[in-house]
């Protein structure tokens, strides 16, 4: 069977100061997901080295450094969204990596267009506005990292009646 799943987004730095709160939500809201959790939080050096813990072994300091930066630049919205296979569902919506090879209708596609190529001739992190877990398992991890068990939500919502 298709498994319900929870995951969790980040609402980066770069979509908060932008304004673009209500809006990123609203999209996930859209499709039928249910918002079990959410809150505002300035990630500090521990917390970000705990949330991204193998990005410096993936990619290099540079990256995890710049990533760091960007990432403690202001406060980011946390959610914790569940449905119908929602990990992979979620990082479809938002597209990859790059906003520049995002297509128009994923959220780093939509709302920036920065290359790889200009990341690293500037050094600079990539602002693609948004995180979602990689994998359920990626999910599990990150959803206890953020979410306490009093702050997961169980309630009933229409979602379950027409969309899952
Ligand atoms: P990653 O987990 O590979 O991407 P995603 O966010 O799509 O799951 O990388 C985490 C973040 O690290 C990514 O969102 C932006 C940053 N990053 C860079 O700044 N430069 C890079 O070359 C890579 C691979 C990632």
Sequence with gaps: MAAI????????????????????????EDVGLKIVGIKMKQMDADLTRRHYFDLEERFGKGVYDATATYMQQGPVVALLLEGVE??????????????????PGTI????????????????????NLVHASGSVDEAKYESELWFGADEQF???????????
């Design 5 to 28: 799943e929870r995951t969790l987004v980040l609402l980066k730095p770069d979509a908060v100061a932008r304004g673009l709160t209500g809006r990123l939500v609203q999209r996930f």
């Design 154 to 164: 169980d309630y009933p919502g229409l979602a379950e009646r027409y969309v899952f």
């Design 108 to 127: 780093r596609g939509d709302f920036a267009h920065m290359s790889k190529a200009y990341a690293e001739a500037t050094g600079k992190a990539i602002a």
């Design 86 to 103: 929602a990990v992979a569902n979620v990082r479809r919506m938002i597209g990859p990596t790059f906003p520049g090879q995002a297509a």
